[in-house]
């Protein structure tokens, strides 16, 4: 086979970020490119997750600002936010990004088939729905996740809905059930109560966001709960009935049985890779623990065969996608790329928002017997406190034999905006000193990093009072 990038050519099954980015990297590297995509382009995070989410988010936000200008004479009561007009903003966001891909995919000269793709052999694809066959020297999956749905009895019922039905309502349900309070569950729960929806979380855990630090969730967690969330933890749901057009959920807490009146039940216990409809094993694909397996370059064992995205398992995020989509083709065109010891940042997009990159702390505690934390609470920041927002902090989490920061997590008002300082730092294992000598434009958030990274090297952060002598 020739190694000339035009004489190949690459089949990529799935056109979320993962699949888009692959297909559009390998046109731009001068391979003939083919894209297979059943539904819409963008897939999950562009049509039913993370774009459409941050768009009700932002729209429920500022619903929420709105009641709390009494001081403007702003009658809070008076307002009401019209729930149809919410879904069609966030429909238009949507299809304004789509529209977007599928000019670049056009402009890329890449052949967009559509349909649901699966192996007949290591090189051979067929088109389901039609039937064509494709014939490839590559192939990168990137067939993405679906919904968890838990056997619990009655999640059949009409109300009951995951993630994406519930994207897809037309009217603001007067009561919302949550089963999860992972990141879906949390900003679900934060739209549906700035809308003013009674809403009640049922979480298996012992807080929301159980993935992160303790110390960063509960301040998410107290904020929801002041805001009238009915925050159920170490509980479960036994059962769902429909009771006089409602919805009655039976649930085990750790007071005992509980049940709860709801409209809709949104069930939010996570993803899972999705695989099975592209018969991986006629090509010789493994998969593990519900996953494709792949090496640090994203590489099946099959070595023309790649798998980006949500169906690797791991974190299911799309900047790891859009990441390993490059890596995959940057490995196939024998360029050095690996997603070893990528930091890779987490985000939650609550109010306060959750954002954090690296070791957790009990995964540094345990990893570095030494630890250096810093922590700079916003309430010591000029900008927070100007913003009339200062709730939360940062935290960094550093070796502490040689200062090199290995994570760091926030909560507060734009925390997400700050992963990029964050990440470049985990990633490229830069050490406190290198925080702290970085001029930070005052009055700014990312102060906070610079001050955290200070409390943490000597506990002299200029803004906050001197340690205690140990």
């Not at 049509?47 to 009641?67: D, V, W």
């Not at 065969?305 to 490059?326: F, I, N, S, T």
């Not at 940042?345 to 540094?364: D, K, N």
């Not at 990312?446 to 990274?453: D, I, S």
Request: net charge neutral; proline share 4%; with cysteine.
């Amino acid at each position: 086979m020739s190694s000339t990038p035009a004489s190949r050519h690459l089949v990529v099954i799935g056109g979320g970020i993962g699949g888009y980015t692959a297909a559009i990297r390998a046109a731009r590297e001068g391979l003939s490119v083919t894209l297979v995509e059943a539904g819409a382009l963008g897939g999950t995070c562009l049509n039913l997750g993370c774009i459409p989410t941050k768009s009700l988010l932002h729209q429920s936000h500022q619903f929420r600002e709105l009641a709390t200008l009494g001081h403007f004479g702003v009658d809070p009561q008076a307002l009401k936010a019209d729930f149809g007009v919410v879904m069609r903003k966030k429909n238009e966001a949507v299809q304004k990004l789509v529209r977007g891909v599928a000019t670049l995919v056009k402009r890329n000269r890449i052949t967009l088939v559509q349909g649901s793709a699966e192996f007949l052999d290591a090189r051979t694809l067929r088109v389901r729905e039609t039937g064509v066959l494709l014939t490839a020297d590559l192939i990168v999956i990137a067939s993405g996740s679906e919904p968890i749905v838990p056997p619990i009895p009655g999640v059949e019922l009409r109300g009951v809905v995951t993630s994406e039905g519930a994207l897809a309502l037309t009217a603001l349900p007067g009561r919302v059930l949550i089963v999860g309070g992972g990141v879906i569950g949390a900003e679900f729960a934060q739209i549906f109560s700035d809308l003013r929806a009674q809403v009640t979380v049922v979480e298996k855990m012992e807080r929301l966001v159980s993935e992160e630090d303790a110390d960063v969730t509960i301040v998410l967690q107290r904020k929801l709960a002041r805001q009238g969330v009915d925050i159920l933890t170490s509980a479960t749901v036994l059962g769902i009935r429909q009771v006089d057009g409602a919805l009655s959920v039976r649930c085990s807490t750790p007071a005992g049985e509980r049940e709860v009146t709801a409209d809709t039940v949104l069930v939010a216990v996570g993803r899972r890779p999705r695989w099975k409809e592209l018969a991986p094993e006629r090509a010789g694909i493994t998969v593990h623990a519900g996953a494709i397996v792949t090496d640090e370059h994203c590489r099946t064992v099959v070595a023309h065969v790649y798998a980006v995205g949500d169906v690797r398992g791991g974190l299911l995020l799309a900047h790891k996608a859009a990441a390993e989509a490059e890596c995959a083709v940057a490995h196939m065109l024998g360029q050095p790329w690996s997603m070893a010891a990528r930091a890779v940042p987490r985000a939650v997009y609550t109010t306060p928002e959750i954002a954090a990159v690296g070791l957790t702390e009990a995964q540094a505690r345990a990893q570095h017997p030494h630890l250096k934390i810093g922590k700079f609470p916003f309430a010591a920041s000029g900008k927070a406190i100007a913003n009339e927002d200062t709730d939360g902090f940062v935290k960094i989490l550093a070796d502490g034999d040689t200062d090199q920061v290995l994570g760091v997590a926030m909560v507060g008002a734009d925390v997400t905006n700050l992963l990029g300082e964050a990440t470049l730092a985990v990633q490229m294992e830069l050490t406190l000193p290198a925080l702290m000598e970085t001029i930070h434009a005052h009055p700014t958030l990312t102060e906070a990093l610079m001050e955290a990274a200070h409390d943490a090297y000597n506990g002299a952060a200029i803004h906050l009072p001197p340690r205690a002598a140990a």
